[in-house]
């Protein structure tokens, strides 16, 4: 990808079965999108393999919203990293907030994951994010920079490279998140850049795709996108519709 590629992206969640991802998919294949964008969509496992397939070698990028870190086992319910990257996924999120607050993902699950993402080919999506008890306490920093530590620890300088990063505060995510000021996120994503070098020991932790996500919408998605070290949105209900998605990228690069 160009150093200037914008992603913008939405996980489905728990939301389209497999019907709906079909048309959905459909929708996307037909649709043009800016070259200065990299669009991509993260449906349920249920359909991966379906959405994958209709989307293959265009320009939406498919990804699986999680993963285990084993390549296979008596691990009832998960899914591994072969599996998805037989699906003909790319991107695999991990560690979001809903992971780690509902099912038990830790720091150091996250690291294992990015990890066995990155030796399967796989481009993880790696999700950090402060809690509305640690943003009032003004621990938001630090916060962020163990996330991102423990979940890079041991990732090479040239995998770093091939991690995408999307800061997702958790007070402003869901149907009652409340939008991060610009200037708030401004200043987070600039810690972040700087965090990222610090762990590459190099300037190609410049490299790092650093995503915004939370309530973004078409109205507040082009100024986040403005910002500096903001080279991207991951995008919750706001894109699930299909034109709302593509209305959305057009107002990112209007």
Known sequence: MERNTIWVGT????????????????????????????????????????????????????????????????????ISPVMISECGAELVEIGHSERRIHFGETDWTVNLKVRSALRHGLRPLLCIGDTSDEYYHDVTNETLARQLKIALHGVSEEDLSRVLVAYEPVWAIGASGRAADATFVETTHDHLRKLLRNIAGSDSGSAVKLLYGGSVTQENAA????????????????????????????????
């Open 11 to 78: 996980s489905w969640k728990m939301n389209k079965g497999p019907v709906a991802s079909l048309v959905a998919a459909k929708e996307l294949a037909r649709m043009s999108f800016p070259v200065a964008i990299q669009p991509f969509v993260i449906p349920p496992f249920t359909s991966l393999k379906d959405v994958c397939d209709i989307l293959s070698g265009g320009r939406v990028a498919v990804g699986a919203q999680n993963m285990h870190w084993e390549d296979d086992g008596p691990w009832t319910g998960e």
């Open 223 to 254: 100024s986040y996108i403005a910002l500096p070290n903001v080279d991207g949105v991951f995008v919750g209900r706001a894109a699930w519709n299909v034109d709302h998605f593509r209305a959305l990228v057009e107002g990112v690069v209007a």
